[in-house]
């Protein structure tokens, strides 16, 4: 069974500061899916990492991914209150046609 | 284009009613997902569509039942369901059943009396 964890659950952090985010999984996958989740809203995708040592960034935000540690990380840099969100990383359930396992989300706030 | 729409917005049924969720997307994707996501939890799968077939079905209950009538539909058929099926009922599609991205669509808030 595929898992998919993701810490911390709950940030609270100042703007201008940067942080991460980590998400391991337990079973081999090169596909690894960042989403941001709005409250009362649907997920945007963010970044699709798909191999290993793949790094990718946009704006403030930076995802990479280490399959070989099974782990993908998402930086914040410089934080700005419009970042406050909740952040999702998924991962491929399975080869062929198959849906995403998520991790349970960082809710990130963002203070002035 | 990468809009995945979703109808109603918002539904409530008493536990005796038979509705459905409508879910489209004209982006030519050939995979069709439904979601569910109660409050403060990440979204769950229930079904995989891959060219108009149904390919996983995560042992979801018999009440829920999907049906793909075309490649840029995807309905989900609600029936005697149970108040803790409320929740946040997700469509999502892809080009293709692989590595490419899953666009999810705003999504069915359903309430169950």
């Known amino acids: 069974e595929l898992k998919v964890e993701q810490n911390p659950l709950f940030l609270s952090m100042q703007e201008g500061k940067n942080y991460t985010i980590y998400c391991n999984y337990s079973?081999?996958?090169?596909?690894l899916y960042w989403y941001r989740q709005d409250p009362g809203k649907s997920l945007e995708s963010l970044f699709v990492?798909?191999?290993?040592?793949a790094v990718k960034q946009e704006g403030r935000l930076m995802a990479s991914l280490d399959t070989k540690a099974r782990l993908s990380t998402l930086h914040i840099t410089a934080a700005v209150h419009d970042l406050s969100a909740t952040y999702f990383c998924?991962?491929?359930?399975?080869?062929?046609?198959?849906?995403?396992?998520f991790g349970k989300g960082t809710h990130l706030i963002i203070q002035p | 284009d990468t809009e995945v729409t979703q109808t109603p917005k918002h539904l409530v049924m008493g536990m005796t009613n038979k509705k459905s969720l409508k879910c489209e997307q004209h982006?030519?994707?050939?995979?069709m997902y439904w979601y569910k996501q109660k409050a403060k939890k990440p979204p769950e799968l229930m079904f995989v569509?891959?060219?108009?077939?149904?390919?996983i079905n995560e042992s979801v209950p018999s009440r829920f039942s999907p049906e793909c009538p075309n490649s840029s539909l995807l309905n989900l058929h609600l029936h005697a369901l149970q108040p803790e099926d409320s929740a946040l009922y997700l469509c999502?599609?892809?080009?293709?059943?692989?590595?490419?991205?899953?666009?999810f669509g705003p999504g069915t808030r359903l309430t169950v009396l």
């Open positions: 998924a991962v491929m359930y399975r080869g062929g046609a198959d849906g995403l396992t």
């Open positions: 079973t081999t996958s090169d596909r």
């Open positions: 569509y891959s060219y108009e077939k149904l390919s």
């Open positions: 999502a599609s892809s080009r293709g059943p692989t590595t490419d991205t899953q666009y």
């Open positions: 990492l798909l191999s290993n040592g």
């Open positions: 982006m030519g994707h050939r995979a």
